[in-house]
Each structure stands twice: as structure tokens, then as C-alpha cells.
């Protein structure tokens, strides 16, 4: 289990009634396979890339010739870019926070109905200042992993309606946290999620948010 619960049902097949036309797709086809065994090393290398330029300070010549490459890196995705339903990032669940090269890397280690429980390690590449993680990126692991704590518990899509986040002490990086969401009511399509990161036994942050479950075809 990583990215997301691995006992549950991710792969959803589409009806002859649920055509892939406006709103989500009905068909969320879920797979390990796509971008083959070593995907998760691409998108650590990406990382690791982000985390290097956040802190190097490179010469005039370096910055051109790391250009040239990431020129070059571009042109090759170019060839093979797909739509959003079908790239393994963001749909890799073998892969810490399912290969989604944008959200902190996360592994998730209990999920279901009853709320989600991951380590998250904010990177580098995370830093708001003095050391310490940008507490935009402590709102989209909540963000994520409340949606995901939303989604379980209705076994459907939900989106964001508001998300507070309360920043109890400071986030540091590299370091393995415990982050749990999960939904404290449910008032029919109204999902009311709260959620924690801790340090060790220290409170982070914590989470009150509202999910809320999209009707069928709905954007
Ligand atoms: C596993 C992966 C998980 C990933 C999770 C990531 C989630 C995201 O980041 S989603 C992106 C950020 N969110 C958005 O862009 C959402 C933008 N907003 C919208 O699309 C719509 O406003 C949406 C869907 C939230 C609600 O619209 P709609 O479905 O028409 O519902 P609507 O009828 O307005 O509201 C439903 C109920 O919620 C309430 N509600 C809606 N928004 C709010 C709000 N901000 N505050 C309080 N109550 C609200 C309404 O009052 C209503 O209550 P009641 O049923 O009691 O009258």
C-alpha cells in the first residue's frame, strides 16, 4: 500500500449509460502497468531534480547547459503525452502519493470508510522559509489526503468546498510525519472532514474541511 488503499475498489468500468463525456470520466482505469517498472524512479529523480535547484546556485554556463537538457527531456514527453485519465502520475497507487509528481509524497498506511492514516515526508524542494515546510504544501497534503478520507467514505468523487488549516508548530522536511483525515459527519452530499500532522507526538497542523460529493457528470 502506498499511494492510495490497495484493497479497495479503484478500478471503476464504464457503462454503456456512463458515456466519457463532461464531469469525471466513469471509467477510472486504474493500473500499475503504465509507465513500466521504473516509473517511480522517474518521477524521484524529478523530485530530487526539484529538490537541487531550490537550493543550488548555479554559473550562467550551468544554467545553459541544464537548459539544453531539460530542452531535450521535454522534447521526449512530447511524443508520448496522453490526457489526465490515462498518465500514470496521479494514477500509480503502487507509487507514493500515486506517482503525482505535484503532491508531497506520501504512503498511505491505513484507508477505508473509517478515514485515511499516511507518512508524509515534505522534501527540500517543500521549504517555505528558515527551514521549515511552505505551509501551502502542508494544505495539499490535507487537501489530497482529506479528499481521499471523503472519497472513501462515499465511494465516489468529492471536491473541496472549504479547507482551514490550523498551523499548531512548525512542519520540518525530511522527516517521515503521521498525517490521519478522516470524515467526523456526513449530512447527505456534505462531508465534514477533519485531519492531523504530527511530528512524533507533536501537533503540526491540523484540518477542518467540507467535501462534498459530486452528483454523476458533475464537473
Ligand atoms: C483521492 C484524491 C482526492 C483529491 C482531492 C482533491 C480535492 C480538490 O482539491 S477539488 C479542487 C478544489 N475545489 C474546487 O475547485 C471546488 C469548486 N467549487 C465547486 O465546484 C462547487 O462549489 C462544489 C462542487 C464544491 C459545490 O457545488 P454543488 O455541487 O453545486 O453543491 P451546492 O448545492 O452549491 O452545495 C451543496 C451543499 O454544500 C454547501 N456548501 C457548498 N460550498 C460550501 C462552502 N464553501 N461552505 C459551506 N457550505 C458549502 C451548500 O450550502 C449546500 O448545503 P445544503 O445542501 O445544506 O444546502
Known amino acids: 500500500m502506498k499511494g492510495a488503499p490497495t484493497d479497495q475498489k479503484w478500478h471503476v468500468p464504464a457503462t454503456e449509460d456512463s458515456p466519457h463525456e463532461g464531469g469525471f470520466r466513469a471509467e477510472i482505469d486504474v493500473t500499475v502497468e503504465r509507465g513500466g517498472p521504473r516509473y517511480g524512479e522517474l518521477i524521484e529523480q524529478v523530485r530530487t531534480f526539484m529538490d537541487k535547484v531550490r537550493y543550488a546556485n548555479p554559473t550562467p554556463e550551468l544554467v545553459d547547459e ?22 500514470p502520475s496521479g494514477t500509480r497507487i503502487d507509487l507514493p502519493a500515486r506517482g503525482n509528481i505535484t503532491l508531497p509524497p506520501y504512503e498511505v498506511v491505513d484507508g477505508g470508510e473509517h478515514g485515511v492514516t499516511a507518512t508524509v515526508e515534505f522534501r527540500p524542494f517543500h521549504l517555505g522559509g528558515n527551514g521549515v515546510a511552505h505551509g501551502g504544501h502542508v494544505a495539499t497534503a490535507f487537501d489530497d489526503l482529506g479528499g481521499m478520507a471523503a472519497a472513501l467514505n462515499v465511494h465516489g468523487i468529492c471536491r ?6 490550523n498551523y499548531r508548530s512548525l512542519t520540518p522536511l525530511s522527516t517521515p510525519l503521521m498525517l490521519r483525515t478522516w470524515v467526523e459527519r456526513r449530512d447527505d452530499r456534505k462531508l465534514f472532514v477533519k485531519g492531523t500532522l504530527h511530528d512524533g507526538e507533536r501537533l503540526c497542523a491540523d484540518l477542518d474541511a467540507l467535501f462534498i460529493a459530486l452528483r454523476r457528470g458533475q464537473a
Open 66 to 87: 541544464i537548459i539544453s537538457d531539460l530542452q531535450e527531456f521535454n522534447a521526449k514527453l512530447d511524443t508520448v503525452l496522453v490526457d489526465e485519465w490515462t498518465s
Open 160 to 165: 473541496t468546498a472549504y479547507l482551514t488549516v
